[in-house]
Antibody, heavy 120, light 107 residues
Framework: EVQLLESGGALVQPGGPLRLSCAAS????????MTWVRQAPGKGLEWVSC????????YYADSVKGRFTISRDNSKNTLYLQMNSLRAEDTAIYYC?????????????WGQGTRVAVSS | EIVLTQSPVTLSVSPGERAALSCRAS??????LAWYQQKPGQAPRLLIY???NRATGIPARFSGSGSGTDFTLTISSLEPEDFAVYYC?????????FGQGTRLEIK
């Protein structure tokens, strides 16, 4: 059974850093692209970032480019999102999602999300 | 960036009736269109991928159609657990984008 468990969400001050993690199980982690999607309170879904299985290639939404860094440790079956220079508009639930073998793939399994609140 | 516009924003339907949700793309996405269901307090769940393929475990009452710029998610006979928010998503072109969602509510 595929399971994705996010952690690391917190209340953080504007301009501060935060690192999210997503622990994966139930599939061969290193074979699949992984994606972060976020949802601001009461709003829709926003794709944030994606990393292919090998970790060699990453993609970012313009809204987070230069501030967020996606990475993965295939030996630990874990996905990360390092978020720097956080802004109020980054406040959201952050979901990790399993993709396919390419970056342009469907998101077939999702974690339950971790909450990030950016406020002074 | 491809913009996906979903309509209606809210759809009120009685249990047992049929619901049709629309997703229109600002340019062709071929068949690279997926539908997700999200219930309150839960993560999204993949329903349909590549316009018309049901994901694993999705009941047959859910079906998808369309190609190019116009897509439809149809629920043939609504069950109580189907009342939720539905999002479409395209993966044809970077960046991947979602529609704003359609809320399906009980009439």
């Amino acid at each position: 059974e595929v399971q994705l468990l996010e952690s690391g969400g917190a209340l953080v001050q504007p301009g501060g850093p935060l690192r999210l993690s997503c622990a994966a199980s139930g599939f061969t982690f290193g074979n699949y692209a992984m994606t972060w999607v976020r949802q601001a309170p009461g709003k829709g879904l926003e794709w944030v970032s994606c990393i292919i299985g090998s970790g060699d290639t990453t993609y970012y939404a313009d809204s987070v480019k230069g501030r967020f860094t996606i990475s993965r440790d295939n030996s630990k079956n874990t996905l990360y999102l390092q978020m720097n220079s956080l802004r109020a508009e980054d406040t959201a639930i952050y979901y990790c999602a399993k993709g396919g073998t390419t970056a342009y793939s469907i998101l077939d399994y999702w974690g339950q999300g971790t909450r990030v609140a950016v406020s002074s | 960036e491809i913009v996906l516009t979903q309509s209606p924003v809210t759809l009120s339907v009685s249990p047992g009736e049929r619901a049709a949700l629309s997703c229109r793309a600002s340019q062709s996405v071929s068949s690279y269109l997926a539908w997700y269901q999200q219930k309150p307090g839960q993560a999204p769940r993949l329903l349909i991928y590549d316009a018309s393929n049901r994901a694993t475990g999705i009941p047959a009452r859910f079906s998808g159609s369309g190609s190019g710029t116009d897509f439809t998610l149809t629920i043939s006979s609504l069950e109580p657990e189907d009342f939720a928010v539905y999002y479409c998503q395209q993966r044809r072109t970077w960046p991947i984008t979602f529609g704003q969602g359609t809320r399906l509510e009980i009439k």
